[in-house]
């Protein structure tokens, strides 16, 4: 034990909490950064004046406290959605990763149990010990692919109180067919559970891939969380979104803090909305970069898994660990999440994905 976690051990620190390790994904300064999923584009020069612009005048009115119901960003959150939905049905939070937090809040917390079927998004036990959630790790194929048939009897034999479906999952990148989380929900009707869905990644799906927003008719205990940390490339910004029944979002109103958009946030993210085809651009660009990596990849004698999403999930390496060291050398940094013979690499800009590529087949060659 080192002096800081020796002292940590001496404060009453609540039990499930001891032990415990906080989200880590190393932020170290290198030029090609392709380990976090961001949108490597910067944000085009007329969306950060018009961001600018709006925050100015929001600056102005810095002695007020924000509009608490964020009334204009979740219009324009709805109309962005489609999908007949209206601002009653939105409600946004700094980062997805607080929209499931306070959904925990709501309807997790003691004596109350979340299920999400693993390898995917490591936040997911975390917010649970912060909320005192018991954390039920579900489980997939070896493949990493998860069936209806599995994943409703997983719930039928654990009746969670809720579960996330990340789709695309982080961090094997394909998404759930809507069979799985249809399934997933009925399952869940029996014991009157919460199904989350997590698609901080729907913009970059494959075209036959379709969105669970599709399924929210006639479903109230079904919720989409989005972001516009990824596709919009705004994850400086912090905003994620859900879209659901509107006593959904009633619930929620019972456990955030009062004010937590800030004006400024509420700002950039109008804002960004206001000027949302020149954002969304990106979008095919960075479509085009990971595809390539995929092909590039089996050609290298690699197995990429489908991707859905902004990454590149891929087996077949004998040591990932050498080869993430090897890319660091080289200026480049991708994920490691830990699963035996695989690496997990952010479709970049052009220039950014050529560089990995290269240097990932020298790695490559250098093994041989
Ligand atoms: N969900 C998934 C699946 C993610 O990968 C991430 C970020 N890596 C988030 C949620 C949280 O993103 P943010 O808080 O930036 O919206």
């Known amino acids: 034990m080192n002096d800081r976690s020796e002292l940590l051990s001496q404060l009453p620190l609540r039990e499930n909490l001891r032990g415990l390790s906080p989200y880590g994904a190393p932020q170290i300064d290198v030029p090609i950064q392709l380990n976090v999923n961001e949108n490597t584009h910067p944000l085009p020069p007329t969306v950060v004046e018009a961001i600018a612009q709006e925050?100015?005048?929001a600056a102005t009115n810095l002695n007020r406290y924000p509009d608490r119901e964020f009334?204009?960003?979740r219009e324009l959150l709805a109309d962005y959605l489609g999908h007949s939905l209206t601002s009653e049905n939105i409600w946004a939070a700094n980062g997805s990763n607080e929209i499931l937090q306070q959904i925990l809040q709501a309807f997790g917390g003691p004596g109350r149990s979340l299920m999400s079927f693993g390898p995917t998004y490591s936040m997911y036990p975390l917010l649970a010990s912060g909320t005192d959630t018991k954390y039920v790790p579900g489980v997939r194929a070896d493949d990493f692919t998860l069936s209806a048939e599995s994943a409703a009897q997983q719930v039928r034999e654990h009746q969670p109180d809720i579960v996330f479906l990340c789709?695309?999952?982080n961090p094997t990148g394909t998404a759930l067919g809507l069979d799985v989380i249809t399934a997933v929900y009925d399952a869940m009707s029996e014991h009157n559970g919460m199904v989350i869905v997590d698609e901080a990644y729907a913009e970059f799906s494959l075209s036959s891939t379709k969105s669970a927003l599709?399924?929210?008719e006639g479903r109230q205990r079904l919720i989409v969380s989005r972001t516009m940390s990824k596709a919009f490339g705004l994850a400086g910004a912090r905003v994620g979104y859900l879209a659901a029944a509107p006593e959904v979002t009633d619930a929620i109103r019972l456990v955030r803090l009062p004010y937590h958009l800030s004006a400024v946030t509420q700002a950039t993210a109008v804002a960004a909305l206001k000027n949302i085809e020149l954002l969304l651009a990106q979008v095919e660009d960075i479509k085009?970069?990971?595809d390539r990596?995929?092909?590039h990849l089996k050609e290298l004698g690699l197995q990429p898994s489908v991707s859905d999403s902004n990454f590149v999930f891929f087996g077949g390496l004998d040591n990932p660990h050498a080869v993430w060291e090897g890319l660091l050398e080289a200026g480049i940094i991708v994920r490691d999440n830990g699963i035996p013979g695989t690496l997990r690499v952010t479709a970049g800009t052009e220039s950014e994905t050529t560089a990995f590529l290269d240097r990932l087949a020298e790695?490559?060659?250098a093994e041989k």
């Open 71 to 73: 009334t204009e960003l």
């Open 167 to 169: 789709s695309p999952n």
């Open 288 to 290: 085009t970069q990971r």
């Open 363 to 365: 790695l490559l060659g």
């Open 214 to 216: 599709t399924l929210l």
């Open 293 to 295: 990596i995929v092909s």
């Open 55 to 57: 925050v100015a005048k």
